[in-house]
């Protein structure tokens, strides 16, 4: 008897992915290997019910993958390092993830011994690609097999085939699709799908709670986060806590637009209470530490470093060499953000550090001038203005 077809697929737990079980065991005649990368979006109870949810769909084996600490250590690092906000608006908070558990994913499919893996991404978002084209990099050789975008169907079509296989569950409740992670949670609805309508208030997860406004202290050490009001924490644990403190004033929501990487406008929703500050934090803090043409240097490699994130080019050599220019950095990003916690928002009150170069021994700006002379001044500007006068000689310019 010739051995049964041995597929992986990428597995969340929701309709999609749901509905992928028994679809491809039915289509396929094949062992069905479920697999979810956890990247921090998921505590022990909900992994927990993944894998039983998993079992009762008729996966064959169920792994959790746990690479929290590594997503931190390869991927929210140089987010934070870069303070990069897609758009000036968006932190990656999920499309970062994909790109990190598609990873994982196509190692894991190597590992077992796959024939195919499997995704449950629609044809319509950034998803797919990102997916196949790290399944392509990595697993070059295994068949990618794409029930719901194949298909394309409907939400509806979808609960009908799981009643029809005796999986009764109650799909309606969610009105809104949400996908949280560690550095954030986004949220979609029939609002995101238009141009002009705001997500309401119970859209996001966490209600405002809290109104009166708090100051909190956050210390960056070499450009990573490792205090809050003096104690310290680990990378993760810290991310969790501030989100949990900044939260509570439903401070972190925004909606992204922006073009997908399939060339349609797209819009989304999200929350991302402790990604905020810190890259607002970091970016002040930098401000601050490093020079002029450092920041000016960060800011175009680190938009670009984003940009091919978002897209799904992780594996790219030149992100490696990106991050090497962001980690060469960070060694003098050192010091402690304070920042004014209120509802909706959030103020970046100043900062303290050894490494500030706004040092009033040389000057205070506007002020005083401490190492150097008025005519020291006037050389330098004479100097400095040679190149242009000499422009407007030459060309008979005037600035008439």
Not at 101 to 130: C, F, M, P, W
Not at 227 to 251: C, F, P, R, T, V
Request: a negative charge; hydrophobic letters at 35%; one cysteine or more.
């Amino acid at each position: 008897m010739a051995q049964q077809k041995k597929i992986v697929l990428a597995f969340s737990g929701g309709l999609d992915t749901s509905y992928c079980v028994p679809y491809l065991k039915e289509q396929y005649q094949a062992e069905i290997h479920t697999v979810l990368v956890n990247t921090g979006g998921f505590d022990q109870q909900e992994l927990d019910d993944i894998e039983q949810h998993a079992y009762s769909l008729g996966s064959h084996t169920h792994q959790t993958l746990e690479r929290t600490e590594d997503y931190y250590s390869k991927v929210i690092r140089y987010l934070i390092f870069g303070n990069i906000l897609k758009n000036n608006t968006y932190p990656l908070s999920v499309s970062s993830e994909r790109v990190f558990q598609a990873v994982a994913i196509a190692k894991y499919a190597l590992e077992v011994g796959a024939d195919a893996i499997a995704h449950g991404s629609t044809g319509a978002g950034n998803d797919q690609v990102r997916f196949d084209l790290v399944f392509n990099v990595i697993a070059p050789d295994l068949d990618i097999i794409t029930p719901i975008r194949d298909q394309q169907l409907t939400r509806e079509e979808e609960v009908a085939f799981l009643q029809d296989h005796d999986v009764d569950m109650d799909w309606s409740q969610a009105k809104y699709s949400v996908n949280k992670g560690l550095w954030g949670t986004s949220v979609g609805g029939a609002e995101t799908l238009t141009s002009d309508q705001p997500l309401p208030d119970e859209a996001y997860p966490s209600p405002l709670k809290k109104e009166e406004p708090q100051t909190l202290k956050l210390t960056f050490t070499e450009g990573e986060p490792t205090a809050i009001n003096g104690e310290s924490y680990g990378s993760i644990e810290l991310i969790q806590k501030l989100d949990a403190l900044a939260s509570q004033y439903a401070i972190g929501r925004d909606i992204h637009v922006g073009d997908t990487i399939i060339g349609i406008k797209g819009r989304v929703g999200f929350e991302a209470a402790a990604a905020m500050l810190i890259i607002k934090a970091h970016e002040q803090l930098e401000k601050h530490v490093l020079t002029k043409w450092q920041l000016h240097w960060k800011d175009q490699l680190a938009n670009w470093y984003g940009m091919m994130l978002h897209e799904g080019q992780y594996l790219d050599p030149v992100m490696r060499n990106i991050e090497a220019f962001l980690d060469d950095t960070q060694p003098v990003v050192n010091g402690t953000v304070s920042i004014r916690l209120l509802p909706y928002r959030f103020e970046i009150e100043g900062i303290t550090s050894d490494n500030d170069l706004m040092n009033a021994k040389f000057g205070d700006y506007g002020e005083m001038n401490n190492a150097w002379s008025g005519e020291d001044v006037k050389g330098f500007a004479k100097i400095l203005s040679n190149q242009i006068k000499i422009h407007q000689s030459v060309n008979n310019n005037s600035n008439d």
